[in-house]
């Protein structure tokens, strides 16, 4: 797990054990018709301008490890991100589309771990305190 003061770690994935796959295209799609991600390659998304900095891995995963790749994979099983974190940063304008695109999935969102020291901690619809 990984921990920062700085950054927020979050995955969006089926269940624990990475059991469905949904197409990269499809995927790449989601992102982009918010009009808030530009794509970088073909597995990896960061912010359009007006929107709080950011990176997107669409990954293909057996327990939670990847890489980035040159190898362009057709299915996607993660999408792992990494988003500024402090009090200058809110949190519900990540979280706000971040859950929009699990839902769009049936997917959950997860932090990896939040500040008590709780890992793979799922955020839900109805939670609209976090920081």
């Known amino acids: 797990m990984m921990w920062s003061d700085r950054y927020n770690y979050y995955n969006i994935q089926s269940d624990e054990g990475y059991t469905k796959n949904v197409a990269r295209e499809r995927l790449l799609q989601l992102f982009l018709n918010t009009g808030n991600f530009l794509q970088k390659d073909h597995q990896t998304l ?40 402090g009090a200058h940063i809110d949190q519900q304008v990540y979280l706000k589309i971040f859950l929009e695109i699990a839902g769009a999935l049936s997917w959950k969102l997860y932090l990896e771990e939040d500040d008590e020291g709780n890992e793979d901690v799922e955020i839900k619809n109805n939670m609209n305190t976090y920081k």
């Open 46 to 85: 960061g912010n359009a301008d007006h929107f709080p900095w950011l990176e997107i891995v669409l990954a293909e995963t057996k327990d939670g490890s990847f890489a980035t790749s040159e190898r362009e994979v057709p299915d996607v099983n993660l999408i792992a991100i990494v988003c500024a974190k």
